[in-house]
């Protein structure tokens, strides 16, 4: 027999529930904002919002299914099954956060603060819970499939992610390393540089965009969420005897790889601005990023 589905739902803390679990009560944790020129009532309303949000979420989900409720900082402790339909309540970054941990399970997003969330993978109601988690498993239901990013390295450690991968020193300063391209005749350069940041679609519309901005929109235009097509940027690359610039933006198809060969004591790359989920690479490691073959599959 096979397995009923199981709605996982994934929510973060609200940052009220933060500052009393730092301040230990509402009283201190009043004092404290009010010293710092906020009213704690504003963080308290968005705290009952999210949590009618997710009490409605959770009395929406079908009777013969089974449900688990499960909180970001606990996402690469849990095991996801092939039955689940994974529902994000909360913001758009809570979708980025979980999809490195999927296989395909089908991801609904619930906006729990309209006009405050910009909406782009959290892209329904409370309200529409009900119909989406009873129409999931039909045919035709509309899915839209987002290209991932993933980093390999040389040991068989692997990341994933949804918006962007950055590769550099732990604390932004200054990395080291020789880049190149996988079809570029074996032509690698020297840099030394703020980090080289590896965006997706999804992530044209935050860290990514604002490189490319900066650099005036020269060069190819930002790939489409579902487009199997990366943008890559190198940070600040630094000009010296040793080290080059001639490296330092362009386009990954999904055949194409960038590699990059660490040359410092230790570098780190991590996805979806989660610094404390990092592959650690050393001295004269090797790391490719492209396209990942793997999507997340979005309702809606």
């Given amino acids: 027999m096979s397995l009923a589905p ?13 500052l009393v679990a730092r301040h230990g009560t509402h009283g201190q944790a009043a004092f404290f904002l009010a010293s710092r020129g906020r009213d704690i009532e504003e963080v308290a ?18 009777l013969t299914w089974r449900q688990m409720l499960l909180e970001r900082s ?9 039955e689940d339909v994974v529902v994000v309540v909360g913001q758009d970054g809570l979708v980025a956060n979980v999809a490195k ?46 290209t991932m990013v993933e980093a ?27 880049l190149g391209l996988d079809d570029d005749g074996g032509a690698v350069e020297a840099q030394a540089s703020s ?34 097509r990366l943008l890559w940027f190198v940070r600040e690359a630094w000009p010296s005897p040793a080290t080059g610039t001639s490296l330092v933006a362009g386009e990954l198809s999904a055949a194409r790889r960038l590699t990059l060969t660490v040359e410092s004591e230790r570098l780190i790359a991590f996805g979806d601005g989660m610094e404390t989920d990092a592959l650690e690479l050393t001295w004269g490691q090797r790391v490719r990023v492209g396209v990942c073959e793997e999507r997340l599959r979005l309702v809606g």
């Fill in 101 to 146: 941990y999927l296989a395909g399970q089908p991801v609904v997003g619930i906006d729990t603060d309209p006009g405050r969330n910009p909406g782009v993978l959290v892209r329904h109601r409370p309200r529409d819970a009900g119909a989406l988690l009873a129409s999931v498993h039909a045919a035709g239901t509309g899915v839209s499939e987002l």
């Fill in 195 to 228: 980090g080289v940041l590896v965006g997706t679609g999804t992530g044209a519309t935050g860290w990514i965009r604002s490189v490319w901005q900066e650099r005036g929109g020269d060069g190819p235009a930002l790939p489409q969420p579902s487009e199997p």
């Fill in 6 to 18: 199981r709605a996982v739902l994934v929510h973060r803390r609200t940052e009220y529930e933060e």
């Fill in 45 to 62: 309303e968005r705290h009952r919002r999210t949590r009618r949000a997710l009490a409605e979420v959770t009395a929406a989900v079908p």
């Fill in 152 to 178: 390999v390295a040389d040991d068989t450690q692997r990341l994933v992610a949804l918006n962007e991968i950055y590769l550099g020193a732990a604390g932004h300063q200054t990395a080291r390393y020789r």
């Fill in 74 to 82: 606990d996402l690469d402790r849990f095991l996801f099954g092939p």
